[in-house]
């Protein structure tokens, strides 16, 4: 019942947070405010309704802080509003300990969207995400030590982070305005994320600057990434309700094509912004057979994330994530703090993971359904050498920690030290 307990102070420490002044208010005109650490829409409306910012559009349907930073370009043609961002980092990685492994490689996520207004108090929006993982990385991704999930010529990856589809995204949105509070929006995607879990780690403010998945991912959010999604939901004031029904399985090897979409799970979600700085979220999600071993998951998530200006030249963002997952009745979880601090050209950040993973996600079969407890930390600076209107650049260093049990200390080595230099394009 710890998830229970957790779902519950959650809440209770946004209604707390709700007390405080500047609750969220909608904007009825566009607004950008640009600074010179970021720059936050303070005005264009969300996919999911007219009366919110599009500041608080995450990944899929998930919501982030109102005050979070959206970098991107943008144009009209028509009565369509264009928007395209993304990432690119070219880096060296040294992967430490026994089963480490060194790599250059690039990373990359790029998005594009088109959103109208169709007729008074509705909207439609498409979107698209690319990605080039599978030919920067390779069919078996990048090394990054203790990760696992997924496979490559039928063997799951271990001690590696697997690429992402070539499409990531090619989703539909239609949102209607039924009074000044509230709104109810469908949400198709093929693929597309159901609303299970918090905003997908590459779009959090809070993990901008960190080239790595976080280890817990497949235990978090790893369902960014579904062959058929049909999303339901409903937003009151600051409250948004929503469920799904969405293909399990996780993307096959074949990262060019489409899967078959099969629509054989379910989630719900509630999200909560008590004010422009929190987003708080709780769900559940049964998920039929996600690694194709024929077992089903239940896997519930709770998070808090955080964004806030410190002035024109600073802001702070952060996140906390947990999730459990359940196969055969065992619980394994996962705990993620992370956070970037940002002051004029410079950006620190550091991530935190306590994650259980059984000995067979790892390639032991000595006790495989075994779960171990495993972290790792992590902390990086990124400095900004180059910014336009379009894009910036910033060189970035980076090193990461791992702890691990006795058992796998035999074959990882007694804390193993990993780290990586990077230039990033964004």
């Not at 992402?164 to 239609?174: F, N």
């Not at 708080?280 to 808090?304: C, K, M, T, W």
């Amino acid at each position: 019942m710890v998830q229970y307990l957790f779902i519950t102070v959650l809440f209770i420490a946004g209604i707390l947070a709700a007390q405080s002044p500047g609750t969220m208010d909608a904007h009825h005109h566009h607004h950008m405010e640009e600074t010179e650490a970021e720059t936050v829409l303070t005005g264009m409306p969300s996919i999911l309704s007219l009366n919110l910012p599009m500041s608080m559009d995450g990944s899929g349907t998930s919501w982030l802080p109102a005050h979070s930073a959206v970098r991107m370009s943008m144009s009209h043609s028509g009565p369509w509003m264009l928007m395209t961002h993304g990432s690119l980092v070219l880096r060296y990685t040294a992967q430490g300990g026994s089963r480490g492994e060194s790599a250059f490689s690039a990373p990359n996520w790029f998005m594009a969207s088109a959103q109208r207004s169709i007729a008074e108090g509705q909207q439609l929006t498409f979107r698209t995400m690319v990605s080039l993982d599978r030919i920067t990385e390779g069919g078996d991704g990048y090394p990054l030590l203790l990760q696992s999930g997924e496979t490559w010529n039928g063997k799951a990856l271990t001690d590696r982070q697997h690429p992402h589809d070539v499409i990531a995204e090619l989703s539909a949105s239609y949102s209607v305005a039924v009074s000044p509070e509230a709104g109810l929006y469908l949400y198709l995607g093929y693929p597309g994320e159901p609303a299970l879990g918090p905003t997908a780690f590459m779009h959090r403010p809070s993990a901008q600057f960190n080239p790595d998945a976080p280890i817990g991912h497949h235990g978090q959010d790893a369902t960014h990434i579904t062959f058929g999604v049909s999303t339901i939901g409903v937003v009151i004031g600051n409250v948004k309700m929503e469920g799904s029904v969405f293909t399990g399985r996780e993307p096959d090897e074949d990262r060019w094509a489409f899967d078959a979409p099969r629509f054989d799970s379910y989630s719900g979600r509630i999200s909560y912004n008590p004010t422009k700085q929190l987003a708080l979220q709780a769900s559940y999600g049964s998920i039929n057979d996600p690694e194709g071993h024929g077992d089903d998951a239940a896997r519930f998530s709770a998070s808090v994330l955080h964004s806030m200006n410190l002035g024109l030249e600073s802001s702070l963002h952060s996140s906390v994530v947990w999730g459990e997952n359940e196969e055969h009745h065992v619980p394994v979880r996962s705990l993620l703090a992370e956070a970037t601090f940002i002051s004029g050209s410079v950006g620190l950040y550091g991530r935190h993971e306590s994650v259980g993973k059984q000995r067979g996600e790892l390639g032991f079969t000595d006790g495989k359904s075994t779960v171990e407890q495993l972290r790792q930390y992590t902390a990086g600076i990124r400095y900004r050498v180059l910014a336009t209107d379009s894009y910036s650049v910033g060189l970035g260093i980076q090193g990461m920690v791992s702890r691990v049990s006795a058992y796998l200390e035999r074959y990882y080595g007694k804390d193993p030290v990993s780290w990586q230099v990077y230039l990033q394009l964004q």
